[in-house]
């Protein structure tokens, strides 16, 4: 069976590696001049660099854990968050050693107003009181340990050499056309098709755009400061009313020994044509749009598979897109 693949992000990257398993003729057309979507990651002066933010691997399904095994060692990085607050440096999700650090235990409002409102608003745009309850009913527990690993699955860790070498490596084989055109897919015969791209998009924009929330980027060189380390972690959120909502040392994913590091800042903002389509705002309005109009038209349609956080309008961490393509798949 001839497959055309649109999107070279970890969904398409899935999804090729798997199909061409079967012995199917697999292709990939990426809009991009570069593989691996969200997930990419380049090496810059001793430091390999998130170009789109933190991504931070971290699994409980051991199928998914194997299968990305076959193509990188992950090393044993265990995610530690911080949270900057008007109370000074804590350890989030909140939990015995963070209420040691301020010196008092905090109540679960207290929680929500020192470190979650300032956060959740800038970020998605909206006072805290106007956000759907899936998006504030969503904040980590306090914890009544000292446990300070701010996910908890059984499997953590980084790509020894990035994400984009195990891209690569995924890829071997599999013939990936870069800086394709939006369109260029279409007309083109194949067999089955799998589109990672905006479902909205698939179909034109019939009916309206999905709203997304969209993030800028400022990558900087800066000193390395001892604040960001292997052990004590990557990132800090801002739990206040700066502009952006996290600071992350690229070098500590990997542990690179430098003096100079590459610093990452995420300044949210409404996504439009000039910026990338990042979090669906899977609620209210879009929500009504993707389920009412996109979702039934993406049922009708054959020979075509929808998978990956953009075609199923739906934030996916890594571990779910590759899950939800090896079931997709699967079912077929
Ligand atoms: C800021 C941020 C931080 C994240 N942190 C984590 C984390 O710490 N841990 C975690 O597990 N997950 C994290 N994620 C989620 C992770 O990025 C996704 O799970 C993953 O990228 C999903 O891959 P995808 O292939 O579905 O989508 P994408 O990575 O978006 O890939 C889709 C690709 O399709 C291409 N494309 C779209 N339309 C077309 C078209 N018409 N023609 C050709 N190409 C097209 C795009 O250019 C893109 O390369 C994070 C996401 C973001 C945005």
New binding site residues.
């Given amino acids: 069976m001839k497959v055309n693949i649109?999107?070279?992000?970890?969904?398409?990257?899935?999804a090729a590696v798997l199909l061409k398993e079967q012995g199917h003729q697999v292709e990939i057309?990426?809009?991009?001049e570069?593989?691996?979507?969200?997930?990419?990651d380049y090496h810059q002066d001793g430091v390999t660099v998130?170009k789109?933010?933190?991504?931070?691997?971290?699994?409980k399904d051991e199928e998914v854990w194997n299968f990305l095994g076959r193509y990188t060692k992950f090393n044993n990085y265990v995610?530690r968050v911080r949270a900057n607050t008007r109370l000074g440096l804590i350890s989030i999700p909140f939990n015995k050693k963070s209420a040691e650090q301020i010196g008092r235990d905090l109540s679960g409002p207290e929680i929500r107003e020192l470190i979650y409102r300032d956060y959740s608003e800038r970020h998605w745009g909206i006072p805290w009181e106007e956000l759907p309850q899936s998006i504030s009913g969503r904040v980590p527990e306090k914890r009544d340990n000292y446990d300070d690993r701010y996910?908890t699955d059984a499997y953590q860790g980084q790509p020894v050499n990035g994400y984009t070498e195990m891209f690569k490596a995924m890829l071997e084989g599999i013939t990936v056309h870069l800086g394709?055109?939006?369109?260029?897919?279409r007309g083109r015969h194949c067999d089955l098709l799998i589109?990672?791209?905006?479902v909205d998009?698939?179909f034109k924009y019939k009916w309206g755009r999905l709203p997304y929330r969209s993030?800028r980027?400022e990558h900087f060189p800066a000193p390395k400061d001892p604040l960001f380390s292997f052990e004590k972690g990557s990132v800090i959120n801002e739990c206040n009313r700066k502009p952006y909502n996290r600071t992350m040392d690229n070098s500590v994913y990997l542990d690179e020994k430098v003096e100079t590091t590459i610093l990452t800042r995420?300044y949210p903002e409404e996504h439009d044509e000039t910026n990338?389509?990042?979090?669906p705002k899977s609620f209210g309005h879009g929500r009504e749009l993707y389920s009412e109009r996109y979702k039934p038209a993406v049922a009708a349609e054959t020979d075509v598979l929808f998978?990956?956080?953009?075609?199923?309008y739906a934030?996916?961490?890594?571990?779910?897109?590759?899950k939800?393509v090896m079931v997709k798949l699967g079912q077929r």
């Avoid at 057309?29 to 991009?32: A, D, I, N, T, Y």
């Avoid at 394709?180 to 897919?185: I, K, L, R, Y």
């Avoid at 589109?195 to 905006?198: E, I, Q």
Wanted: glycine share 12%; aromatic share 18%.
């Fill in positions: 649109i999107g070279c992000g970890l969904s398409g990257i899935t057309f990426e809009m991009r570069h593989i691996g979507g969200n997930c990419y998130h789109y933010g933190a991504h931070l691997f971290h699994t995610h996910f394709a055109e939006e369109d260029a897919w589109f990672t791209g905006k998009a698939y993030l980027f995420d990338l389509p990042i979090y998978l990956g956080r953009l075609a199923t934030y996916l961490d890594m571990w779910m897109a590759v939800q």
